[in-house]
């Protein structure tokens, strides 16, 4: 497997001299995770088998035979995965997986698109590549010998044994955070080339076989005429759909902070303890920003929240497309879309960014810079998740003043993490431990926010409060209860000014104060955040339409 990394960019030579040097050793770096979880399944049965070779009497070749052809098969396999993923990345553009099992089924129409040259090529790539691989195990099984040991004899051998295979228990899990083995655990750079050049192929294959089952069959609610007719009016890209609506930003192009908050149910946010709050700052943010407030969460889970508020890709029921790397690859996003004007962009987490694909995913849809748990190194005691907020936040807050001083827009994001259980954060103010643990997350949040409000940042910045999801909050509500799916957004910018946002009958309604008979549709119009000429400017005239409505409502008419 050391060779299968080198034989990758070498094939692939003309888009690996696209980086430098160190890229390349960090193609060999980061691939070690894999590569060490692929090693620990092929090393899982030698290790049982001299395991057994102590207690069971079988002579040494018996014992010899089982593992050659053991290790003959897996280089077989081995090397077939590696040269029929070497010669499909180049059609394909993701490194080998179980999708390619459609295709056996009609193996002449799966030739048809490579040449005779091709498949002989890479035929003599895996028998070179097998034979290599088993000239070498059958070296190495030269120092496997069985001999008679006397019954104390074997206890030493049989421990040793045992602590081996407990070392290949954990090569095989990914190591010991929550974090189990995924592609994940390889991406580390934007250039997507790279993080696939250091995946394993067999690991890749192996992991996704059983996930190709047809994901658009799924929700088949509408036909797709109707569908087409109800998704259209939703469409904010659609020609005149801009026509006449307010705008809501006071800057064109303006720098954007957007902050994941785990678990910030609506029913917690509204909750008080004693006539006290227990999420005073966003009660606060909400009477200053854009408060929208028929919002609700999109699934129950971050890694399906998450994909829906980066991306605008709606959760499914019964899978994660997060865990799927080729699919969340070729999702839109918010990261992308701005990347493509200009914005640079960058994404903070306390924790392990490894857990159900998010480094990949991040990667894959957009994101430039990835700062998490391993980045950080802090003097600070972790939760099972990671770093607390009140650490995390302090260093965002510096990375989005140092982006503020550069002359490039920046998209930067923020997922929390202390307001996920166990809910143990260093804080005492609620005897509830989850009222607690929101109660922390949100006085990080406020320091935050009133610290970036005293910064030069703050004059062309945008600030999106999302939750992921909601939670279960008072505990007996119904999962299938809309107020356990309710959710806060805040939108904050530069100029406090209370404006309700109320998402019904399918559209954004406007009103300053309470939602009332001014309420006026409103989109976020698709010019915002371009790179190009922005349009006429038309605040001034919408807050003198707000101010005559208030006047009208006041004097009766």
């Not at 049989?158 to 929550?178: E, N, Y």
């Not at 005293?454 to 299938?480: F, Q």
Request: glycine share 6%; with cysteine.
């Amino acid at each position: 497997m050391l060779l299968q990394k080198p034989a990758f960019l070498l094939f692939y030579h003309a888009r690996a001299a696209e980086a430098s040097f160190g890229e390349w050793l960090g193609v060999l770096w980061h691939g070690l995770s894999l590569d060490c979880t692929v090693a620990g399944y092929v090393t899982a049965f030698p290790v049982l088998v001299a395991l057994a070779s102590f207690w069971i009497p079988l002579s040494q070749r018996v014992w010899r035979i089982v593992l050659t052809v053991y290790f003959s098969l897996i280089a077989l396999v081995t090397a077939a995965i590696f040269a029929v993923d070497l010669n499909l990345y180049g059609y394909w553009g993701f490194r080998l997986d179980g999708s390619v099992l459609i295709y056996l089924s009609d193996p002449g129409e799966a030739l048809a698109s490579a040449s005779w040259g091709e498949v002989l090529r890479q035929i003599l790539i895996m028998l070179v590549y097998a034979g290599a691989m088993i000239w070498s195990y059958r070296w190495i099984l030269r120092l496997f010998r069985v001999e008679p040991v006397p019954l104390r004899g074997r206890i030493v051998p049989t421990v040793a044994t045992l602590l081996i295979g407990g070392l290949t228990f954990l090569a095989i899990r990914g190591g010991v955070t929550v974090a189990t083995a995924n592609v994940s655990k390889v991406y580390f750079s934007s250039n997507m080339f790279l993080n696939h050049a250091a995946t394993n192929p067999v690991f890749s294959f192996l992991s996704s076989v059983g996930d190709n089952e047809n994901y658009a069959e799924a929700y088949p609610f509408f036909e797709e005429e109707r569908r087409k007719t109800l998704f259209e009016e939703l469409r904010g890209n659609r020609p005149g759909a801009d026509a006449g609506t307010p705008r809501l930003l006071r800057s064109d192009r303006p720098n954007v902070v957007l902050i994941l908050l785990e678990s910030f149910g609506r029913t917690i946010m509204d909750e008080t303890v004693n006539g006290e709050p227990v999420m005073p700052n966003m009660q606060r943010f909400k009477r200053e920003g854009v408060w929208f407030e028929n919002f609700f969460a999109n699934s129950f889970r971050t890694d399906r929240g998450q994909v829906a508020v980066l991306c605008g890709f709606p959760a499914q029921t019964t899978m994660s497309i997060m865990k799927l790397p080729r699919k969340s690859a070729t999702l839109p996003s918010l990261a992308r879309s701005l990347g493509r004007e200009g914005y640079r962009s960058v994404f903070m987490y306390g924790g392990d960014l490894n857990f159900t694909n998010q480094a990949s995913f991040m990667y894959s849809t957009g994101w430039e810079e990835l700062i998490w748990q391993k980045d950080m190194q802090l003097d600070a005691p972790t939760s099972k998740w990671g770093y607390a907020d009140d650490v995390v936040v302090d260093l965002f807050g510096d990375e989005v003043e140092a982006l503020g001083r550069a002359e490039q827009p920046f998209l930067a994001g923020l997922l929390t993490l202390s307001s996920h259980e166990p809910f143990e954060v260093p804080f005492a103010k609620f005897d509830d431990k989850l009222l607690n643990a929101m109660a922390f997350s949100d006085a990080q949040i406020g320091r935050l926010i009133d610290r970036l409000r005293e910064s030069p940042v703050w004059d062309n910045l945008l600030v999106v409060l999302v939750a992921d999801h909601g939670y279960p909050y008072p505990y007996d509500l119904a999962y299938n209860a809309p107020l356990r799916h309710r959710i806060p957004m805040i939108w904050l910018d530069r100029l406090p000014n209370s404006r309700y946002v109320c998402l019904a009958n399918r559209h954004l309604r406007y009103a300053s104060g309470a939602d009332g008979p001014s309420a006026r549709r409103i989109r976020l119009q698709q010019e915002y955040f371009r790179s190009d000429s922005a349009p006429q400017v038309r605040l001034l005239l919408f807050q003198r339409r707000v101010r005559r409505d208030r006047r009208r409502r006041r004097n009766g008419l």
